[in-house]
């Protein structure tokens, strides 16, 4: 009885194990940069700037820009900004690194025709 | 309380106690376990592959491991009482109880120190810390090899002789503020069956009747009456990792499961507040065996390796190896560091510092029962020295937990509101109070074993403990003083 429960339990949650998958992939038509403000980059506040083309290289301004900076070691709080407001197609805004050690930055553009793209930055964050 | 003096009994306490003695009170604790533990394999293989974001790595490495010290400093051995590795014990007890005993050669601690570095070395080497999927199957491993040990031998093999996790918290729960123990000695002394280590349980009912006691108010006792001893599917096994409840004097090999409780005919076992770390200051209560004084001694050295794995140092030391002695990839690297990190230096610190000391003190005693009497008092720096680095990792994002939990459900994670942390310099200096503190209770224990050990020698036979002991503290200090760094070990290769 106890395993037909376990088992039913078990079946429960491969179903509700169901993270919904980023929605934005690849977009050939969109290309993200991210430029970071420093030489070296340390712990300690700075400042991040992101930039949108098109196709065909031309900036895209009034896109929606959010970036997400996470630790590939488990334990940190990612860092979240987002930005609503950019001028000739750069986005900028204030960013903090929590910690030394590997970082990367997944930058999320929605166009304001509702298209995306997501792009990933690596970063190896030191010590001041 | 033949060896507690302690009148609180946990166990009274209403409803708690009552859960916990009953019938099913550890498979209440061990239900939610099992259930977690399954929800983080799940995430593991199939979830993100970033750690961050990921239960598997979250739950255990930042949770599990800040919430375990800090139970083992309150409570007690809070998660082998819950443990879901065990649940087949529980659940199935025919299972347990056929079988041959564990060979005889292997009953001590030898494999537990082998398997603590080879955690160590793994989490290291295979940056478990930042991989979702290994540490699933890592969890997936627990359950494997704690279900195929409980059926192959009679006792509970895994918990005493191999498991881990089980080793670390049964050495630090020395410190703990509680302990097993009996009512009444004298119930004990007249007891037939001791069940509290045979158990209770059989395939079949049996009936036996024993003449037992009957106690006076002062504890005396001039007359019997019968008692029927009942033996069940229903029964509890007795303790499976074979201590003896009027016995105990130390959490050592105690996984708080509570079984001699329910398996006492008698209700004379239960679990009591005692002094914290008492058993460290009684001589009598650990056996003086090479295995264990090294266990407790190793554990100290691999907290400050484990932590020096997270500091500028090392990087600059694997560079250093790369450049000087031509290593070729991290493995052998890992290897000699945490061999002669762990292993080797313990091992000759311990026996430099024991003939030294010996020779101060100019003693009769053996290498072996100098260290046997001076191994407890690496409990407390050995547990500072963990506490500060687990509680490090679990107070920069105590919370961090449920966002991950939430994504695991398909939301968006709500990472404002549980972004909670506790400043980095509080953090340390909470580090730095719990090393000293740790270092001081273990400069207590290290007095009283010399002046039991030598009498009026004492200070000389002292001394090269005192030393190592400081060294080891001053060791921690100066890493966790370096900032941390969260990064993978493979970036040297590319
Ligand atoms: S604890 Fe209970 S079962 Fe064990 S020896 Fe004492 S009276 Fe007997
Ligand atoms: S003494 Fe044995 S049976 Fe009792 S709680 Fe400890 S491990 Fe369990
Ligand atoms: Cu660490």
Known sequence: MLLRLFMLMLIGLMAAGCRQDAPATDNPNIQIELIVNSERIVVGETLLFVQVYDAEDNLID????????????????????????????????????TMAGDWFIDVTVTLPDGTQDKERFEYVVGVP | MAYLNSAVDVLQVPVIGRILRGRWGRLILQVPLVIFAVVLVIDGLTGPVEASRNLATVAPWVHYRGLVVLAL???????????????????????????????????????????????????????????????????????????VMEAAFTESAFCKYVCPLGTF??????????????????????????????????????????????????????????????????????????????QIKSNLDCTFCLDCVRACPHDNASLFIRQPGRELTQPESWAKRWDLSLLVICLAFMGVTNAFGMVP?????????????????????LVIIFGVGNLLLPLVATVITAGLSKVFADSDFSVREITAAFAPAFVPVGFAIWFAHYSFHFLIAPFSIFPVFQEFLGQSGNWAAFSGAVDLQVIGLLQMVVLV????????????????????????????????LLLLMLAALNIFSMPMEMRGTNFLFG
Request: hydrophobic content about 45%.
């Open chain 1, 62 to 97: 009034g896109a929606k820009v959010n970036i997400r900076g996470d630790m590939s070691h488990a334990g940190m709080t990612p860092v979240i900004r987002d930005i609503e407001t950019g001028r000739d197609g750069q986005y900028e805004t204030s960013f903090e690194w």
């Open chain 2, 73 to 147: 400093l309150l409570a007690g051995n809070l998660f082998c009482m819950a443990c879901p590795f065990t649940v087949p014990r529980t659940l199935a007890k025919h299972l347990s109880i056929r079988g041959k005993r564990f060979p005889k050669i292997l009953r001590n601690k030898w494999i537990a120190i082998l398997s603590l570095f080879t955690l160590f070395f793994l989490y290291e080497w295979l940056d478990l810390w930042a991989s979702p999927a290994l540490t699933a199957w890592l969890i997936v491993a627990y359950f494997v090899a704690s279900f």
């Open chain 2, 313 to 333: 140092p090392i990087y600059e030391l694997q560079a250093w190896m790369i450049r000087n002695l031509g290593f070729q990839n991290e493995l052998p690297m």
């Open chain 2, 169 to 246: 918290n049964f050495v630090y729960s020395s410190v703990s503020p509680t302990q097993i123990g009996v009512k009444n000695p004298a119930m004990c002394a007249a007891c037939v069956g001791k069940e509290c280590v045979n158990g209770s349980y059989a395939p079949q009912v049996a009936i036996r009747i024993d003449q037992i006691p009957v106690f006076n108010a002062d504890g005396s006792s001039n007359s019997t009456q019968p008692k029927e001893i009942r033996y069940s599917p229903a029964g509890t096994l007795g303790c499976g990792t074979e201590l003896f409840a009027p």
């Open chain 2, 437 to 468: 503190g740790g270092f001081l209770w273990s400069m207590v224990l290290a007095q009283r074993a010399a002046l039991r050990l030598y009498q009026r020698a004492g200070l000389p036979g002292l001394l090269p403990w005192a030393l190592l």
